[in-house]
């Protein structure tokens, strides 16, 4: 990464990382810290402040949570659960991710990026947790571990090509937007058609005797 971004690679970078936040927003915050730790990943000025992810204590608070996701979310129904309790925590800290990436000394932006950051990632959240409502229906539970493996492989390895070439990383947000949404759609019409198959049928009324 160069010495500084522009604000096109500010914003996808904030872009990105909210999104992969609803996602993975533990792992976000533990592959983040261990990259700047360990030297891997040098921020520009600009990024400092997300030097705080590389304190021990906030890695290790992550970790743990991370550790405790990858496994809770590999278990059918357990993972829609956890999906459910992180509905605000998730879109909560995609937020605050956001709001260190931009510009502290612009007040303006950081409120767009706070809000906007926010949004980004329940959209993306809701997405997970709609795909894995309808994966869940499935009778056998192969599935639903399979999807979260590639969604911990996912996330990694998108978190690294939006930090590693932030020119890129705009291009990374708008995929994972459109694909949110489709994925969206997908579950809703798929979560429509098994809830309409599930209602009782209306009765019928008896026919009144002669």
Request: aromatic content about 8%.
């Amino acid at each position: 990464m160069g010495e500084h971004l522009g604000i096109v690679e500010i914003l996808g970078i904030a872009g990105s990382v909210s999104l992969l936040s609803g996602w993975r927003l533990y792992l976000c915050v533990l592959a983040t810290g261990l990259a700047m730790h360990y030297n891997v990943l040098p921020l520009p000025e600009n990024l400092k402040s997300l030097q705080v992810l590389a304190n021990p204590w906030v890695m290790g608070t992550a970790g743990v949570a991370a550790t405790l996701e990858f496994f809770a979310d590999k278990v059918m129904w357990l993972d829609t659960v956890w999906d459910t309790i992180h509905t605000l925590i998730r879109p909560l800290g995609g937020a605050l991710l956001a709001l260190a990436v931009v510009d502290p000394g612009d007040p303006a932006t950081q409120a767009i990026a706070f809000i906007l950051g926010g949004g980004a990632s329940l959209l993306s959240h809701g997405g997970k947790a709609s795909a894995r409502a309808v994966v869940n229906t499935s009778p056998e539970p192969f599935s639903n571990a399979a999807l979260s493996t590639v969604e911990d492989v996912a996330t990694g390895g998108l978190l690294y090509l939006a930090y590693s070439h932030p020119v890129a990383a705009g291009g990374v947000a708008l995929g994972l937007a459109l694909f949110t949404a489709v994925l969206l759609v997908m579950a809703w019409r798929v979560l429509r058609r098994i809830f309409l198959r599930v209602q009782p049928e209306p009765a019928v009324p008896a026919a009144p005797e002669g």
